[in-house]
């Protein structure tokens, strides 16, 4: 059997985007692998449907299939420039939307939008909702002449060496620039190919969502000039006349996902009253009287435990009741909850959910990961798991895969925390043996026992790799989750060293002296802060960095209120707090030999923070090395390119190899 290779990642297929037909008795979903040669991904849409044969078939072959939008039962539609005539200009990126027959035949171009299109929903006939992109200070190129037209692009090419940033955010992770930018509802028709704008110019959609009669649609999102404080608000539009009436919301409200269901809205949001932007949303109902009530509080974390394999998808939906994904614990589960009680009924504890639909006679479609294995698609019928999907089990039957070893043990509090060890698939019990500590982001967010590719790879490497779940992380409640103020860098700092503890003493094959740690984003500041706090790994690797809070809350896309929500201050009210609990307050005590993984378009995690901290070892003689990915933005591990993603991994194993040799 093989070794998990560095490059694995681009051959194991990621599923995701899965959807339902409108009659609820067929399926599309995305899959999609890495292209070393071109240095990106190939996407194909593919269809389970049991009256076709074979009932599991791939519907595009081109390597550019989108997100799948049923238009009907015998037809898809996804975003693709197929033709290459819509790229990005000097008035902006576009969107092409192609129509194939599930019938079979080419794809072919359905409609252009002369703006960047985040979703599209389907009302029927040529009619479309559109989630558009439009700038509030670029002129508009509609109904210029073309020599005008010309002239205008050419002068708003000379403007392309200049950014102007007066309001907040003015960048954001993944969208770049975004100052004066702002997503609106369009309703599109794809034979006239006009576009009209719903919302209002200024207003930041956030999302929408359309009624099963498709008569009417809600869209949520900001209303704001200077600085986009997330305060939420939700408006319902008859599409029939294009009247738009609002619900109003409790001060400070935040919504992040809304569905209807029968002729009321379902919402998950929160008004952060005990945790802030970090707090676990609750469940609302909007009726079309203009109400708005609490269904719920579940205190729960939706949506899939992490992985850095993943095609995506969404986490809940509404039909008869509210159906989610919820991460409880190290587990996602797939649950339903009865709006009329609000009792919650387990359907599916089998796998690592990533995202699920509910199809004809409640046929459960699920994609989600076996234990320790990549994704596949799969059914729950009358009570019973069936795996309908192999496009992962050539792989997992050509290579050692290290098995996920789970416990719980209580830390110095006597907090019970989920942790996790790997061990190589040939271990010598008699031999010593490096190791790894990984620290997860978010914090909100959670190990599991579902694939990791670096994990594999270090384990097929001889290293014992371990993680777990500290406080701060999802799946156990807000009370778990708050490391707020005072809290952030001791109590989950206090159960991550107890853990590392019980872990040597779990495995008497590691070697103390030769572990090491890594961590990105929220793992990335505890890299930071553990070198300064102790000097007990051999080497450490810090992705995505967070080391001086006042660089961190007054320069990233979040951190001017999601940043200023975990400490519970800004520099003009208490800079002492900021900097007792950033890393770089504590680079004089640093010996740790630290490897620095950074991205120059996170503007999640800002590369200036890990250049303070690089800069800081330095200057006080440790040894310590950066590399910077150009292009990349906050999801390189899970998304970047995949020759970035790779010499990422080679760069963190080999300041492994360096520093835990014997």
């Known amino acids: 059997m093989k070794k998990v290779a560095i490059d694995d990642m681009a051959r194991i297929k990621a ?29 194909d849409i593919w269809i389970y449907d049991e009256t076709h044969e074979p009932a599991l078939y791939r519907l595009t072959a081109g390597g550019d299939g989108g997100a799948p939008i049923f238009m009907g039962d015998d037809a898809i539609v996804f975003e693709a420039d197929r033709r290459g005539k819509h790229k990005a200009d ?156 609002e619900t109003m919301l409790p001060d400070k409200f935040t919504i992040s996902d809304a569905r209807y269901i029968g002729d009321k809205v379902l919402v998950l949001g929160s008004c952060g009253e005990r945790m802030g932007s970090s707090q676990n949303d609750g469940v609302y109902l909007a009726g079309t009287d203009g109400s708005f009530c609490l269904l719920c509080e579940p205190d729960m974390s939706f949506g899939p435990v992490g ?11 509404a039909q008869d009741a509210f159906y989610f994904i919820q991460n409880e614990g190290y587990r996602s589960f797939y649950k339903r909850m009865d709006l009329s009680d609000a009792s919650v009924e387990l359907i599916s504890d089998d796998l690592e959910i990533i995202s699920a639909a509910v199809g004809y006679a409640e046929d459960l479609y699920l994609i989600g990961m076996e234990k320790d294995r990549p994704q596949e698609l799969y059914r729950r019928k009358d009570g019973k798991l069936e795996k309908l999907s192999y496009f992962n089990e050539e792989y997992v039957r050509e290579h050692e895969l290290a098995s996920t070893e789970h416990f719980v043990f209580k830390d110095r509090e006597g907090t019970e925390i989920d942790g996790f060890i790997l061990r190589p698939f040939d271990l010598d019990e008699s031999k010593k043996y490096p190791a790894i500590l990984s620290v997860h982001g978010g914090p909100r967010s959670a190990y599991g026992q579902g694939f990791f590719h670096e994990f594999q790879y270090w384990t097929g490497k001889g290293y014992i790799v371990f993680f777990c779940n500290p406080p701060g992380s999802s799946g156990k409640g807000d009370a778990f989750a708050d490391i707020l103020g005072e809290k952030f860098g001791v109590r989950d700092f206090n159960a991550i060293m107890d853990f590392t503890d019980e872990v040597l003493r779990r495995v008497p094959q590691i070697d103390p002296a030769r572990v090491a740690m890594t961590g990105g984003s929220y793992g990335g500041f505890m890299a930071n802060w553990i070198i300064g706090h102790t000097d007990r790994f051999a080497a450490v690797v810090s992705c995505r960095s967070i080391s001086n809070y006042t660089s961190k809350l007054l320069t990233t896309d979040i951190g001017y209120y999601h940043n200023a929500s975990q400490m519970g201050c800004y520099p003009w009210t208490d800079s002492d707090m900021l900097w007792r609990h950033s890393p770089l307050a504590y680079a004089d005590k640093v010996k740790t030999p630290t490897l620095f993984i950074q991205s120059d378009e996170d503007y999640r995690c800002w590369m200036g923070d890990a250049i303070q901290m690089l800069q800081a070892l330095l200057l006080h003689g440790v040894p310590a090395r950066m590399c910077l990915f150009h292009g990349e933005n906050h999801e390189l591990s899970r998304s970047g390119k995949p020759k970035h993603r790779v010499r990422r991994i080679r760069e963190m194993t080999e300041w492994f190899d360096r520093w835990t040799a014997k």
């Open 90 to 245: 000097a008035f902006g990126p576009k969107s092409t939307f192609c129509k194939i027959s599930l019938g079979g035949g080419e794809a072919e171009e359905l409609f252009f939008l002369p703006f960047k299109a985040s979703s599209i929903k389907y009302l029927g006939g040529d009619k479309w909702l559109a989630a558009g992109i439009h700038s509030l200070t670029r002129p508009s190129a509609e109904g210029l002449a073309e020599d005008e037209k010309a002239k205008l692009a050419k002068e708003l090419e000379e403007e392309r060496d200049y950014e102007v940033f007066d309001e907040l955010p003015f960048w954001a992770n993944g969208s770049g620039i975004v100052n004066k930018l702002r997503t609106g509802l369009y309703l599109c028709d794809a034979k006239e190919g006009t576009q009209k704008l719903l919302s209002e110019k200024e207003f930041q959609m956030m999302g929408f969502t359309v009624s099963p009669d498709r008569k009417h649609a809600s869209f949520y999102g900001s209303s704001y000039e200077g600085v986009n404080w997330n305060r939420s608000r939700l408006f319902t539009i008859d599409l029939e006349t294009l009247d738009i009436s």
């Open 307 to 317: 992985s850095d394999i993943a095609g995506g998808g969404s986490s809940f939906e």
């Open 15 to 43: 599923l995701g985007n899965l959807t339902l037909s409108p009659s609820g008795n067929m399926i599309a979903f995305t899959v999609k692998s890495g292209d070393m040669d071109k240095n990106g991904y190939k996407t």
